[in-house]
């Protein structure tokens, strides 16, 4: 089998989970298209952008193999795909993991016993053997209005706490020293569920998201928390970041900071006041690292607006910042609201507010140097004269900051 994997870590997580499935079903990884009998193609649908290079890696594989399965979150808009490969042999949406076997066996029957290739109970990875992504929960409740999200990866369903934590502790068995809680509103875990009680370990739990990171910091190996929302609820896991085990970081995409903007745009927690928030965080935990991300040119975005963006920044302070400028998705409501920020305004305002975030991190970081951080290794490279480099990444670096440099 041939795998292009696309898109954020949660479709990286839905990949692994393929990947597992079809190696435990007997079929082998091709390193490449000639070699492969079939090719799946995870796709990403998120923006315009990722629509394109997921339309492009389908018609890469079929002009290299010719027998294509599609899969993943443009998978949620078949006809968008048929339209322009018609030959792909099968269409399937996201965490349609069934599915895609199914048309895996009919376009290429399972091979040989499965007991041959047996998996490791971790299952198969794509990511490095010393950290891994830690899908929590599918799908989303929100209606933020430039996101097809909900529409391609359906409502919130959270993985019972205790199966998360097999899934953990399995990993941790496996070396794994980094866990990456992902979902795409990682605060809002167990509230389809209504907080259901678990056990695990002896332990008294209820499914919701400060409980899952009190069992996971138990584990005692990193725990980095993503796509948290600045509810009131919130407040509580920074206590949890005293003891070894949930990192002293936050992956909030704040996306704006001005109220209207924030208001259009639909968000969650859009009515919280983020920066005393930030500012008590910090005031328990100087030593925090704040990740976000942002939208400029969000339709309608006014001048004034966008300048409230970046006194909040000067104030917010954050160490590590991304940055999007609006892209209209099909089906996104936000295309309707408002008049389209013109391209020449989106690039103008992108580049002031890259210059402030980037001058802003700059300073942060120089604060780190001379200071002695415990850290993870990534990769030991050669260095100069023969020498070898040990690069690593400490409690404030995610591996996708260190790769994308924000
Ligand atoms: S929280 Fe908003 S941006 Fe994130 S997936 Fe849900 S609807 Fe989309």
């Known amino acids: 089998m041939g795998f292009v994997s696309l898109g954020c870590p949660k479709a990286l997580v839905d990949s692994e989970r393929l990947i597992t499935q079809l190696r435990s079903r007997g079929y082998q990884i091709a390193p490449g298209y000639e070699s492969a009998d079939l090719v799946i193609v995870n796709t990403c649908g998120f923006i315009d952008a990722a629509i394109d290079e997921s339309l492009q890696a389908i018609g890469e594989a079929l002009q290299h193999n010719g027998r294509v399965l599609v899969t993943g979150c443009l998978g ?71 996101c097809i999200i909900p529409s391609l990866r359906g409502r919130l369903a959270s993985r019972p706490l205790e199966e998360v934590m097999r899934e953990a502790e399995a990993l941790v068995h496996a070396g794994v020293r980094e866990l990456l809680v992902i979902s795409q509103d990682t605060s809002a875990y167990g509230s389809d569920l209504r907080y259901p009680a678990a056990r695990w370990r002896d332990q008294s739990y209820q499914t919701r998201f400060i409980d899952l990171a009190r069992a996971l910091g138990s584990l005692k ?71 976000s991300s942002f939208i400029v040119g969000f339709p309608g975005e006014t001048e004034a607006e966008f300048e409230e963006l970046l006194e909040w920044l000067g104030e917010a302070q954050l160490d ?86 924000v």
Not at 78 to 89: F, M, S, T
Not at 117 to 146: M, W
């Open 76 to 146: 949620a808009q078949p006809q968008r795909i048929l339209e322009r490969h018609p030959k792909v042999l099968g269409v399937t949406g996201p965490h349609a993991y069934e599915r895609v076997l199914e048309a895996v066996n009919e376009h290429l029957p399972r091979p040989h016993d499965p007991f041959l290739d047996l998996v490791p109970p971790q299952g198969i990875r794509l990511t490095p053997k010393h950290y891994a992504y830690l899908k929590i929960a599918e799908g989303c409740n929100n209606r933020c209005s430039f």
């Open 221 to 291: 190996v990193w725990t980095r928390l993503h796509y948290v929302y600045p509810y009131p609820h919130v407040d509580a896991v920074i206590e949890l970041m005293e003891e070894r085990g949930v990192l002293p970081y936050l992956d909030i995409p704040f996306q704006h900071a001005s109220a209207s903007v924030l208001k259009r745009m639909r968000r969650p927690a859009h009515a919280e006041n983020t920066l005393r928030r930030i500012q008590s965080w910090r005031a328990q935990r100087p030593d925090l690292t704040l990740r």
């Open 320 to 405: 590590r910042v991304g940055c999007f400028k609006y892209s209209p998705v099909e089906g996104a409501a936000a295309n309707e609201m408002a008049a389209p920020v013109p391209e020449e305004i989106t690039e103008d305002r992108y580049r002031r507010f890259m210059e402030k975030a980037g001058a802003i991190s700059a300073e942060r970081l120089s604060r780190r140097v001379g200071q002695r951080c415990e850290v993870l290794i990534d990769t030991i490279e050669s260095g100069v004269a023969n020498s070898r480099v040990a690069i690593g990444r400490t409690m404030g670096d995610a591996p996708e900051d260190r790769k994308s440099g």
